[in-house]
């Protein structure tokens, strides 16, 4: 289980893309704690009595937001506690330490003499084209954005189809 977390050896292609679907399930605490913090949102603004649920208004609770959505933000954020923000963040470390590891064992099997150089190019670009695309925008609302969208999905196609060489990997 050790190796799975580590910066070592090396990875085929076959094994980074289902390291890439694995990383996917490891995010499974972090809906959970989103949804979790939603229903305890919800219950403290729509103010749910849980003894009796079927007292809730739907339509009233619309209203609400509708008419005042500041308010509804406001009590937003004052629901978002340190709690919520270490849950969150705890929740999400074992997914990102996993896929950046998978990102590195497979550089290391493509350019074993430059991975490192290339490893930090390479995340230094996607954090760049993940601002990019999440401030900016893609697809018709930015040009830039797409290019960024069209470039990391190259990568990711490369690093997965590409011969790395390597007759016997042990990542």
């Not at 954090?127 to 893609?138: K, N, Q, S």
Request: proline fraction near 3%; hydrophobic fraction near 50%.
């Amino acid at each position: 289980m050790k190796k799975y977390f580590q910066f070592s050896e090396t990875i085929d292609g076959t094994t980074y893309f289902l390291r890439c679907l694995f990383s996917i399930v490891l995010t499974i605490p972090f809906i959970i704690t989103i949804i979790a913090f939603m229903g305890v949102f919800a219950v403290e603004y729509a103010e749910i009595d849980l003894e009796n649920p079927e007292s809730f208004d739907q339509q009233a609770f619309q209203e609400k937001i509708e008419s005042n959505p500041e308010d509804f933000l406001q009590a937003m954020k004052d629901t978002f506690t340190p709690f919520w923000i270490i849950s969150l963040i705890i929740s999400l470390i074992p997914a990102i330490w996993f896929q950046i590891v998978s990102y590195y064992k497979r550089l290391s099997a493509l350019f074993s003499e430059s991975r490192d150089k290339i490893f930090i190019g390479l995340i230094a670009f996607e954090i760049l084209a993940d601002y990019y695309v999440f401030e900016y925008g893609w697809g018709s609302e930015s040009l830039i954005g797409s290019i960024f969208m069209i470039s990391t999905l190259i990568i990711f196609i490369y690093m997965i189809f590409k011969d790395s060489g390597i007759e016997e990997h042990e990542g």
